[in-house]
């Protein structure tokens, strides 16, 4: 764990020039630890500490846990912030096999819900792209969320025997994923504004 990370992103942030900030693509700022050491939460009492600054970037918050609800008070202050919630698939079951650890699909979309309703933008990132029913997933979204971005797995090799477990093999394939993706962007631009 990174104790000192508020710490030292007070000071050397007003050194950088404008730009994203990404919080974050490879490790979930929401893990379970965060509820205790709230390490996150400081980090975004620095942003908006440092509004003068943090104003001229683009913070995205990206994570699977409802537990970033707990920072609206900040949220709402932030000028330029947006959180994404992380769904692979509309099936709790596949959910179970591939994250075992992560919060439910219902939980994050409950949560996605209450931060568009308090008027933070929202985002979706279907990513890995896994076996599910788009238009389901779409009906639990719709209403919560100001885009959708969607990704491949990316590392097969890594997931390949679960794949081959549970018989989903055609799911490994990119034109499965791309096939997803238009269905995703097709319904997501039919959605009633």
């Known amino acids: 764990m990174k104790m000192n ?52 970037f683009q913070l995205s918050i990206l994570t ?10 900040i949220l709402k202050e932030l000028k330029n912030v947006k959180v994404g919630f992380s769904i692979s698939t509309d099936s709790e079951r596949l959910r179970k096999i591939f994250e075992p650890f992560s919060p439910t699909i219902e939980s994050r979309i409950r949560a996605l819900r209450f931060l568009k309703e308090n008027g933070i933008r929202t985002y979706v990132f279907v990513a890995p792209v896994l076996p599910m029913n788009v238009e389901n997933l779409m009906k639990k979204i ?4 100001d885009e959708i971005n969607v990704d491949c797995m990316n ?16 799911a490994m394939k990119r034109e499965y994923c791309e096939e997803i993706r238009k269905q995703i962007e097709f319904f997501f631009h039919q959605r009633p504004n």
């Open 64 to 73: 699977k846990s409802p537990l970033v609800v707990r920072d609206i008070d």
């Open 155 to 170: 590392y097969i090799w890594k997931t390949r025997n679960l794949y081959k477990k549970y018989k989903m093999e055609f």
């Open 142 to 145: 719709n209403g919560s969320t």
């Open 5 to 56: 990370a508020p710490e030292i992103l007070e000071k050397e942030f007003p050194r950088k020039k404008p730009g994203k900030i990404v919080m974050s693509l490879i490790c979930d700022p929401y893990q379970p630890v965060e509820k205790k050491y709230k390490i996150t939460r400081k980090c975004l009492e620095v942003f908006l500490k440092l509004e003068n600054i943090s104003s001229r």
